[in-house]
Every structure is written in C-alpha cells, then in structure tokens.
C-alpha cells in the first residue's frame, strides 16, 4: 500500500512558476514510476509528465518545455514554469507499484491572466 501527499500548489499569475511535490510513503514499496495528473473544471483528468526508476520522463504536448519533473528515492517533483491560465487544474500525483496505480488526494493550481 502506498499513500501519497502532494504539496506546493496555489495562486500565482500567468508566466509565474511554481513547484509541486509529492511524497510516497507506506510499508515494502516497490514503485517504478512516479508522475503527475492533471483535471481542470468540467474536464477529463489528463496526462502531464511521469518519470520511471530507470531516468526516463515523458510528458504532454502542452507542458514540454515548459514544466519538469524530477524524482528523488520517494519523492517526485513538478517544476512548472511560464504558466498559463490554462494549466488552472487539480494536480494530482500518482504512482505505479506492481501493476497497481495509486493516487494522492491532489493540491489546486490557479493561474490568472
């Protein structure tokens, strides 16, 4: 069982950065990536950026560029730059342990034009 806690949302205009977190912790984990979702209001939870144990990271169309994830033994780190009023979604982490996805509870990213 693994749970995860995001942190480092909030308020910030548009072309601000900010930097989200996300801890894993529990008992014998085995996790072999780590990433971040994304669900703005009305809209689907999409895809933003994942990195596996192996170094590799991958990541959406609209965040290239812009945003990087980093991961660090249990943590995993998004660093997001020029922002866009169109990033505005609940950012939620997740994390892959043996086949079985796990999610944290998401932390809000609002960004004004």
């Known amino acids: 069982q693994v749970q995860l806690v995001e942190s480092g949302g909030g308020f910030v205009q548009a072309g601000g950065s900010l930097r989200l977190a996300c801890a894993a912790s529990g008992t014998d984990f085995n996790i072999s990536n780590m990433g971040w979702y994304r669900q703005a209001p009305g809209k689907q939870r999409d895809f933003v950026a994942r990195a596996n144990i192996g170094g590799s990271t991958y990541y959406s169309a609209s965040v290239e560029g812009r945003f990087t994830i980093s991961k660090a033994a249990n943590m995993v780190y998004l660093q997001m730059n020029s922002l866009k009023p169109e990033d505005t979604a609940v950012y939620y982490c997740?994390?892959?342990?043996?086949?079985?996805?796990?999610w944290g509870q998401g932390t809000q990213v609002t960004v004004s034009s």
């Open positions: 997740f994390a892959k342990d043996r086949g079985v996805d796990y």
